[in-house]
């Protein structure tokens, strides 16, 4: 799957479950519960232990689902990850020797930014998606909306605060695509092995991503 490819299929479900879990097993269940669920989308973040494992080993038992990794915070991270088979590489803030290292690979590169000034510098570094974070903190949809506007062609993921109340308001707002982590798999359903409950939740974002295109922004 080429980096095209992996973007536009994020765009397409728009939604990217981010995994931070205590222990290996927990984020396989995790990951292949949300799978499962409809979201062939994972983003293990370099903080589970055994995270590079864990992404060799998903892309062996998921070929068609989109493994990447997240809160990479360094080249040499990204690098390793590369190694491992992470088909995305995304990071909270923007660093340039990492969306370097995703280009060469011919990775996704797919850079945290908050302000205008940092959308521009991920830009003009070769970002193929830019994840705004956090962005409830700095108002929410309504900040998403103003992005929009000087970047009408940038595909932006909302990350950092998207629950279920405000998941369609930022899909509304512009936003590509959602970043989700304890809304979407709570810990609780992760020690109980609740995959239903999962799923549950799984159904209800894709729906919210639905309706939030439906009306527009």
């Known amino acids: 799957m080429t980096r095209e490819e992996v973007c536009r299929k994020i765009r397409d479900i728009g939604i990217v479950p981010a995994i931070r879990v205590a222990s290996a097993e927990d984020a396989f269940f995790a990951a292949e519960t949300v799978i499962g669920g409809g979201i062939p ?27 990447g990794a997240g809160t990479v915070l360094d080249e040499s991270a990204a690098r390793q990850c590369l190694g491992a088979g992470a088909m995305f590489i995304t990071s909270p803030g923007f660093d340039h020797a990492i969306v370097e290292t995703a280009k060469e690979a011919r990775v996704a590169a797919i850079p945290g930014a908050l302000t205008p000034t940092e959308v521009m510098a991920a830009l003009r570094a070769g970002a193929d998606m830019i994840k ?41 707002a512009g936003a590509s695509a959602l970043g989700i982590r304890e809304d979407l798999i709570p810990h609780a359903a992760i020690v109980s092995r609740k995959a239903d409950w999962i799923h549950e939740l799984t159904h209800r974002f894709l729906g919210m991503v639905q309706r939030g295109r439906s009306r527009g922004v």
């Not at 989308?41 to 068609?64: C, F, K, N, Y």
């Not at 909302?158 to 405000?166: I, L």
């Open 41 to 67: 989308i994972i983003e293990i973040t370099m903080t589970v232990p055994g995270a590079l494992e864990i992404v060799s080993g998903l892309r062996q038992r998921h070929p068609d689902a989109v493994i």
């Open 132 to 172: 705004i974070y956090p962005c409830s903190q700095v108002g929410g949809a309504p900040y998403i909306k103003a992005l929009r506007a000087p970047f009408p062609n940038v595909p932006l993921i909302a990350s950092g605060g998207v629950n279920q109340q405000t998941a369609t308001q930022f899909i509304e």
